[in-house]
């Protein structure tokens, strides 16, 4: 599914499809191997993005935004765990 950096825009054009919504956010929790853990990414109604990780490192106490280009590069960086959510997601 991102197989490459363009196809990474363009899951973000469509993240809301992939995601589940709180009632706030639209988020997609990941497994992440390296740190052990899970990454989740949110977009909230008005277009902006965050992140929260919790893994055997650290844990965030709060949601971090970030802008389009670190988000690109970190889902570029977990794509093959993103793939995974997805298809447990579908199936």
């Known amino acids: 599914m991102?197989?490459?950096r363009l196809e990474v825009s363009d899951?973000?054009?469509?993240?809301?499809?992939f995601a589940y919504w709180?009632?706030?956010k639209f988020y997609l929790t990941?497994?992440?191997e390296n740190p052990k853990g899970t990454l989740t990414i949110m977009k909230s109604q008005n277009g902006?993005?965050?992140y929260h990780r919790k893994n055997e490192l650290y844990w965030?106490?709060?949601?971090?935004m970030v802008d389009i280009d670190i988000l690109s590069d970190?889902?570029?960086?977990?794509r093959t765990?993103?793939?995974?959510?997805i298809k447990e997601i579908v199936v």
Request: charged share 25%; hydrophobic share 45%; aromatic share 18%.
């Open 74 to 78: 970190i889902i570029w960086v977990f």
């Open 60 to 64: 965030d106490l709060k949601e971090i």
């Open 22 to 24: 709180n009632g706030e």
């Open 48 to 50: 902006n993005y965050f």
């Open 2 to 4: 991102i197989k490459s």
């Open 30 to 32: 990941l497994e992440t």
């Open 81 to 85: 765990a993103i793939i995974k959510s």
């Open 11 to 17: 899951f973000l054009t469509n993240f809301e499809t």
